[in-house]
């Protein structure tokens, strides 16, 4: 006897079990995001929450030997940290699929970002209210690039701290989208790279007229 009750569609590029999907034969294009912000700000939370596919994290263990290194200041909590950089998947639909490489976040680490930045649609920068000026040299090296961005603010409970006073500490331009969100939500991780995407169809239309 066969059952009657229908089942939610699974999400495009996604398996009924819920398993890791090949990408589709039909796929003819393939966009690029990258992920950029300061140490601890969610960059792999946010790859995490909205892949399709259990994603390529290069994670290790924070040691003694980052003492001094790293400053843990609003995020003495954190216990691992990126050393190369994220990955994930969307497929848009038959023929798109969308790539996200999240940057890691340290300093020593910024020398990788100009590679990530190459070829990409356009970039993410999270920024974390409290560690705003973790934030200052993803924006100045997107800037410089040409590439284009929007600015998400990930909301760690801060309610004291409006969009407005975000973009006034970020001196940033009126032009750019500012956005809050929750990286630990997929559909809120969503939004953003939504945000991102009419961003720079606005500018490639905006180009074109």
């Not at 050393?83 to 969308?98: E, H, M, N, Q, Y």
Request: proline residues 5%; aromatic residues 6%.
């Amino acid at each position: 006897m066969h059952s009657t009750t229908s089942e939610p569609a699974p999400e495009p590029g996604t398996p009924p079990d819920g398993s890791a999907s090949p990408l589709a034969d039909s796929t003819e294009q393939a966009l690029k995001i990258a992920v950029v912000g300061g140490f601890g700000v969610g960059k792999t939370t946010l790859v995490r929450s909205v892949s399709e596919i259990r994603p390529l994290t290069t994670e290790e263990t924070m040691t003694r030997a980052g003492d001094g290194v790293d400053d843990l200041s609003g995020v003495e909590g954190k216990r691992t940290t990126t050393v190369a950089f994220d990955f994930g998947r969307i497929t848009l639909d038959a023929t798109s699929v969308l790539y996200l490489f999240g940057a890691p976040g340290q300093e020593r680490f910024w020398f990788l970002w100009d590679r990530l930045f190459t070829g990409a649609l356009g970039a993410v920068v999270l920024v974390d209210t409290r560690r705003l000026e973790d934030s200052f040299y993803a924006i100045d090296r997107l800037e410089a690039q040409g590439t284009p961005f929007i600015v998400a603010h990930n909301d760690f409970g801060d309610t004291e701290h409006t969009l407005d006073e975000v973009r006034s500490a970020l001196d940033l331009d009126p032009a750019v989208p500012l956005v809050r969100c929750d990286a630990r939500e997929r559909e809120s991780a969503k939004r953003v790279l939504i945000a991102l995407v009419h961003h720079v169809r606005s500018l490639i239309t905006r180009r074109a007229g």
